[in-house]
């Protein structure tokens, strides 16, 4: 298993990197025995519109996005916009005093896992376990893709003719309406775990 990055303790309240650790080992142990799983932390979504706090592809897109104490839920109704595009699964992490606020927000098929605050230490506990996304954006997940990337699967779907020399809007373009999105998701899975430049480190 590989996690990578892209891109303070207080006793009152807890904060997204407490969080985010308590997490990030849960997930890890849950995939422990996948060497196909890939944790990201801060994966760009819609050309960096949107950042998910934590992403984890194996046979799927799965994303994890952090309520703490210390966060405010106004960004959330266009981050869920956005991830809804390209996760096929979609958890929100949120404290136990924003629950029922996030209820009312996230869509129905989303997974819920509320923290708890047991003396400045997070503990988590699946509330919901969420469903598949029933819809996603062919080009928010051409979006996902570098340049090259983009070609390369052109390329191997014989539809670079009269584009590689186009902007990247046109090149995602030509996936989007090219491509479904059910086919698509596998196609962007594959890139992104194969990619190379992330800064990373083997999980054992």
């Known amino acids: 298993m590989k996690i990578i990055n892209e891109g303070s303790t207080n006793m009152d309240k807890l904060r997204d990197p407490e969080i985010r650790e308590v997490l990030i080992e849960r997930l ?3 995939h422990s025995k996948s060497s196909e799983t890939l944790i990201i932390n801060e994966m760009s979504v819609s050309q960096g519109l ?11 897109m799965q994303g994890y996005e952090i309520k703490s104490e210390s966060d405010k839920l106004i ?6 916009n956005e991830y809804n595009k390209v996760f096929e699964r979609m ?3 949120t404290a136990d005093n924003y629950l029922e606020g996030v209820k009312k927000i996230v869509p129905s098929w989303w997974g819920i896992i509320k923290v708890t605050n047991k003396k400045g230490i997070p503990t988590l506990r699946t509330i919901k376990k969420g469903r598949v996304n029933p819809s996603l954006d062919s ?3 051409a979006q996902l893709l570098w ?3 983009a070609i390369d699967l052109l390329k191997k779907r014989g539809l670079e003719k009269g584009i590689l020399s186009k902007p990247k809007r046109d090149i995602y373009k030509r ?5 479904k999105a059910e086919e698509l998701k596998f196609e962007v899975n594959q890139f ?12 054992p």
């Open 28 to 30: 890890i142990l849950e």
């Open 50 to 60: 949107s950042r998910v706090d934590v992403a984890v592809l194996n046979g799927i």
């Open 75 to 80: 960004r959330l109704p266009l981050q869920v």
């Open 91 to 93: 958890t929100i992490v």
């Open 139 to 141: 080009l928010a997940l």
């Open 147 to 149: 340049r090259d990337e």
């Open 175 to 179: 996936i989007a309406d090219s491509i």
């Open 192 to 203: 992104l775990k194969s990619r190379e430049g992330w800064r990373g480190h083997l999980i």
